[in-house]
């Protein structure tokens, strides 16, 4: 099924560090989501963007729905140990019509380690 | 607790048995959806329900797969005839409206393993 194209796959930082990802797709999407996932858990929603253009932020999170409706970053500043997960990006798209079910179109998540 | 429970949380089965999984929304819940996880990759859609209608089923891999939410709160996707590319984490997501106008909150899965 489709996925969404996401950067990078994984990252090894220090603690303190700022970290960046980001999602792209070749089509459009109405809303621009990012999730947590902790081994054995679900996922957990971080921050949610409903605009384009959009920067939001989220505590040390900041995330921003591209102009072109076609991507996303997520941005952590000042890494802490209990960053460390898998975060996925995720998308809505609208139906004809307008609404939409909600379905979500995953990218393929970013592996964060964090080294004390 | 108040969030999304799914049950088993592991479920071990030999190939072409038929398994069932279980997922309680959190209480109040419109929407509810279905997603499979494989092994390093993100979720990816299974099926769609608003109250006890089956919206949108597209995501089903094939006829061996079936949901149901006939009351219109819990939900079980059974898998009949499983095969090994079964294998897989099962989430279940509620959200409170209909539609994609609500965050959705993920149960932790069931983890399923076809043997």
């Known amino acids: 099924g489709q996925q969404l194209n996401q950067s990078p796959q994984s990252m090894f930082i220090q603690e303190g560090e700022d970290v960046s990802m980001n999602c792209t797709s070749s089509?459009?999407?109405?809303?621009w989501l990012w999730y947590k996932q902790d081994p054995g858990e679900g996922p957990v929603l971080l921050i949610a963007?409903?605009?384009?253009?959009e920067l939001t932020s989220n505590g040390r999170l900041t995330a921003q729905f591209g102009i072109t409706r076609k991507d996303s970053f997520l941005n952590i500043s000042a890494s802490i140990p209990s960053d460390v997960g898998i975060y996925f990006c995720a998308g809505q798209k609208m139906r004809a019509g307008g609404t939409s079910y909600g379905k979500l179109t995953f990218g393929q998540g970013t592996i964060l380690t964090v080294h004390p | 607790g108040a969030g999304v429970s799914q049950s088993p949380r592991y479920k071990v089965a030999k190939r072409g048995q038929d398994v069932a999984l279980r997922c309680d929304p959190i209480s109040g819940h419109v929407s509810l959806f279905w997603y499979q996880q494989a092994l390093g990759q993100g979720p990816e859609f299974l099926t769609y329900f608003q109250n006890e209608a089956q919206l949108d089923k597209s995501g089903l891999p094939s006829d061996r797969f079936f949901a149901e939410r006939p009351e219109g709160s819990v939900s079980t996707l059974k898998i009949q005839r499983t095969q090994q590319e079964d294998s897989a984490v099962y989430l279940c997501?509620?959200?409170?409206?209909?539609?994609?106008?609500?965050?959705?909150?993920f149960g932790d899965g069931t983890r399923l393993s076809i043997l």
């Open positions: 997501a509620s959200s409170l409206a209909r539609g994609g106008t609500q965050p959705q909150h």
């Open positions: 963007l409903y605009k384009a253009g």
């Open positions: 089509s459009i999407f109405n809303t």
